[in-house]
């Protein structure tokens, strides 16, 4: 069997990346899954208090969810849906998850221990977030996606769920929490920004179409 | 039907090729191989599987770290100092060192994996720490949750150690535990019969070790310590000294307070015993006796909470109290606490609050 990398009509030149691109621009940007499904919210809430941590857990995120989006794709393509055990893609893709989170735990501890002790607990942490999950389910709702599309699927949505932290710490930097009503510190304010942060990225939308 | 059982067998299929993908990948990717550990500035060295934990990896070669917590990071009990080699300080070992000890490159054993070649300090004392075989002599019952196990030394025959000291007894697996834990307990033998090893045990509900303690362990079971560690003694001075413990907590003392009577130890002694009722005192016939052979000691015990049956005109209140009652002005006088971290900060402030100045305080937490 082969795997079908891309539907897009032969012959219609660049085609295939037009549509790369604009798949990964509408998961980074217009359907942010942080910002617009809210997901991956309690570690965003916790994390997001420092520039260096934020972008540490962002880039591990980043990096699963591309990975695990596609692994995923051919889970389902391969094995549940020929079965036609479509229902079990749910736990099926948390276990895939966990596994693979555990394997690149070990690989990033053995091949660069600097990194691994930069990432610290984050690795461990992003098995448990719910916006990796998210991604490879969404991701069974498009029509027509290939491996290369839930490959960059996958990516832009962990791309934008690094944007949104790396904002959001940039922002909670800034902020000076002393001059905040004392019960709007910390997780309440957090909150308000995000949604205001999400009103702007619904600007994207008119730019970048599905 | 059939879709029930293509469900169950594609997920079964599922998780074991992941797990078997997960056992390759340790299989490989956790070898790091065989590793040198030199101790004490190359005075012994170690060659050591790479992958394991540094205090396992010394257990493995009979060097006994002291650990209660059984290598989850809770005690801080495993420090030692690694001058190359053990990588940045772990989140998890962050609350148990002081900057002082950050600074000297203290780590906890139980945390720093052996990835490549070591190079750390063992304070000389640990490596007279012995593996001891031994069978259950005897399991007394002192209270409704507290027994007296005495242990008879099989091989070595003899233990050395300075009475305030502890032992590591080994759990093994059992019931719901899968894998042997250590845990702690102070000797409360007299160190004049080196061939027993003696140990207050109160049973915490749900407890690993304890539990295994008070359902399995019988007369004859044969066990498996390590010890001794710790360095919870008697301290040279002249003036009062007063020990403060409850519960179990009064193992070192019952070894420390034989010892002062092998010794004929003429410093006056108060030892004062917390416990909510009647029922939660015990080894009150062996304190009268070491009332009537030691010159100036006195034992106190004190209840909080007496059962309205109980028939009780010693002290009441709680140890804190009464302590603060007995003793107006502690500046020249040693205390010697033992028990809960909680009971033992609470009388560390009773106490310097009265003007015991911080050097004069010895404790064993037990936790
Ligand atoms: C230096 C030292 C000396 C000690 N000496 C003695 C001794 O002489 N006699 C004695 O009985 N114990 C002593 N202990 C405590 C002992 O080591 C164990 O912690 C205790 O017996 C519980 O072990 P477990 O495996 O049954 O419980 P675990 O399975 O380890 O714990 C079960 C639960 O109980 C909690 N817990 C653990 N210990 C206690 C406690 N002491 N009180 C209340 N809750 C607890 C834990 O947090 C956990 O949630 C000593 C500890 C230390 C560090
Ligand atoms: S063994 Fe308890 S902290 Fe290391």
């Keep these: 069997m082969t795997v079908p990398l891309a539907v897009t009509t032969p012959g219609a030149p660049g085609g295939l990346a037009a549509q790369l691109l604009i798949i990964f621009l509408a998961a980074a940007l217009t359907d942010n899954i942080l910002l617009t499904r809210f997901l991956g919210m309690c570690s965003f809430l916790a994390i997001s208090r420092q520039m260096k941590t934020s972008l540490g857990l962002g880039v591990a995120v980043a990096f699963v969810t591309t990975v695990t989006a596609a692994i995923n794709y051919l889970v389902h393509r391969y094995i549940t849906a020929p079965l036609g055990v479509e229902f079990l893609d749910l736990i099926v893709f948390i276990v895939v998850i966990a596994a693979f989170v555990q394997i690149l735990e070990m690989a990033v501890e053995r091949f660069s221990p600097a990194l691994y002790f930069a990432l610290g607990i984050f690795l461990p942490l992003i098995t448990v977030n719910c916006a990796i999950l998210g991604v490879s389910l969404f991701m069974l709702n498009k029509q027509g996606y290939g491996l290369w599309q839930a490959l960059v699927y996958g990516a832009g949505n962990g791309v934008g769920w690094l944007l949104a932290i790396l904002l959001m710490a940039g922002i909670r930097q800034k902020l000076k929490e002393d001059k905040i009503p004392a019960g709007l510190r910390g997780a309440p304010i957090t909150l308000i920004i995000s949604g205001i942060i999400a009103l702007g990225f619904i600007g994207f939308s008119g730019m970048v179409k599905f | ?367």
């Design chain 2, 1 to 367: 039907m059939t879709t029930f059982l293509i469900a169950v067998g594609t997920l079964c299929a599922i998780c074991v090729g992941l797990s078997l993908v997960l056992v390759v990948a340790d299989r490989y990717l956790s070898d790091y191989g065989r590793c040198r550990i030199t101790i004490n500035g190359g005075s012994r060295s170690l060659d050591v599987r790479g992958g394991q934990s540094l205090l396992n990896a010394l257990g493995g070669e009979k060097i006994f770290i002291p650990s209660a917590c059984g290598g989850r990071g809770t005690c801080g009990l495993c420090k030692l100092r690694v001058r190359s080699g053990g990588g940045p300080v772990l989140p998890t070992e962050d609350p148990h060192l002081t900057a002082d000890e950050r600074r000297d490159g203290v780590r906890l054993s139980c945390q720093v994996k052996v990835r490549n070649d070591l190079d750390i300090e063992i304070p000389e004392h640990l490596f007279s720490v012995r593996e001891f075989a031994a069978s259950v002599e005897t399991m007394e019952d002192l209270t409704y949750d507290t027994k007296r196990v005495r242990l008879a030394l099989v091989a070595p025959p003899e233990i050395a150690f300075v009475p305030g000291q502890y032992i590591q007894l080994q759990c093994p697996a059992y019931g719901d535990n899968p894998e042997p834990v250590y845990r702690a307990y102070s000797l409360s033998s007299d160190p004049a019969d080196p061939r027993h090893a003696e140990m207050l045990i109160r049973l915490v509900p749900k407890g690993i070790c304890t539990t295994w303690v008070f359902t399995r362990l019988k007369p004859g079971t044969p066990v498996t310590f390590n010890g001794p560690y710790g360095d919870f003694r008697l301290h040279d001075g002249t003036g009062e000294m007063i020990f403060i413990a409850g519960g179990s907590g009064m193992a070192p003392f019952c070894s420390i307070l034989a010892a002062m009577r092998q010794a004929g130890n003429p410093r006056p002694t108060r030892y004062f015993f917390g416990a909510k009722a009647v029922r939660d005192l015990f080894l009150l016939d062996e304190m009268k006796r070491f009332e009537s052979d030691l010159p100036d000691f006195r034992f106190i015990p004190a209840l909080s909470a007496p059962d309205p049956t109980d028939l009780w005109n010693g002290e009441r209140g709680l140890i804190t109290d009464v302590v603060g009652r007995h003793y107006p002005d502690c500046r020249d006088k040693q205390a010697y606490l033992c028990g809960s971290p909680g009971m033992i900060d609470a009388c560390i402030n009773v106490l310097s609050g009265r003007g015991m100045p911080p050097e004069n305080i010895f404790y064993d937490k037990f936790a």
